[in-house]
């Protein structure tokens, strides 16, 4: 018996990504025959100026399992998950960056857990980036823990098993980068069961990332305060997670406790600055 029973959607968000593309493809039509009964690679190309579309269209006319979304032009990265997830048609949805840094066949070590959970998540046993992006993502991870509650080590980590309905019902609205945090953040209140498990993280040996980029740091830190509104509105779908739904109520007094411990360091900060310059 393989050991995920059921039809899995692959969804590969690339922007850019001509150089890395089709590697990951072919290693993914390697290894999933053997991981689950049925499956289909959804890539979605995000606007991409360097052929990476090109590459999508050939593979897919190459082997029936691949399907392309395109986006005419750059729409962000949430945008990109958000029309894989739309366009993905299985009882479970897998996504995964397309540059190289994850391994496909480390679905097996998600695998026994994917039964049980509603959302089973990678995180990087060692994160091969540069140091700038690492501390960038331990800020960026104990900020999103205090302020949306997160019980993820690994928030952005883009190595996720998840069960498509719940997908599809917690109604996703970020386009940028922060979607991630979104679809943990709405999962949580939906009363989904998340499970993590290490992957192994490689290298980005060939073309640019985007995820450390100024613009895209700005773009995230805007998008917060916006998350961070829309579910203070948010009504979770009911019945669709195996777990107790997060109360909205704990929102507002983790913002509170966090906003008063930016004050309190700003204010200890400014009070040292003009201490040492007197």
Not at 235 to 244: A, D
Request: charged content about 25%; overall charge positive.
């Amino acid at each position: 018996m393989l050991p995920i029973r059921g039809n899995l959607s692959l969804v590969l968000p690339a922007y850019n990504e001509a150089e890395n593309l089709e590697a990951v493809v072919r290693r993914s039509l390697e290894v999933l025959p053997s991981l689950v009964e049925a499956f289909e690679i959804v890539v979605v190309d995000d606007g991409s100026r360097d052929g990476t579309g090109e590459i999508a269209e050939r593979l897919a006319r190459d082997d029936p399992r691949v399907r392309v979304v395109h986006h005419p032009v750059n729409r962000g990265y949430g945008a990109a998950l958000r029309s894989g997830f739309a366009a993905a048609q299985g009882d479970l949805i897998m996504f995964m960056d397309a540059d190289q840094q994850f391994d496909p066949a480390d679905l097996a070590h998600l695998a026994p857990f994917v039964p049980h959970a509603d959302i089973v998540a990678g995180y990087r046993v060692r994160r091969r980036d540069p140091w700038q992006r690492l501390v960038y993502a331990a800020i960026f991870n104990v900020a999103m823990r205090l302020l949306f509650g997160i019980a993820v080590r690994d928030i952005d980590c883009a190595f996720k098993v998840l069960r498509g309905d719940l997908v599809r019902a917690i109604d996703l609205r970020m386009n940028g980068a922060l979607v991630n945090t979104e679809l943990l953040a709405k999962a949580q209140r939906a009363g989904a069961t998340i499970v993590e498990v290490g992957v192994r993280h490689y290298p980005r040996l060939s073309g640019e990332p985007s995820g450390g980029s100024l613009r895209v740091i700005l773009r995230a830190m805007r998008e917060v305060a916006q998350l961070w509104w829309l579910l203070l509105w948010y009504q979770p779908p009911r019945g669709v997670g195996r777990g107790r739904p997060q109360p909205r109520s704990s929102q507002v007094m983790r913002a509170a406790v966090l906003v008063t411990l930016v004050l309190s360091a700003s204010w200890w900060l400014v009070r040292r600055f003009f201490q040492g310059n007197r």
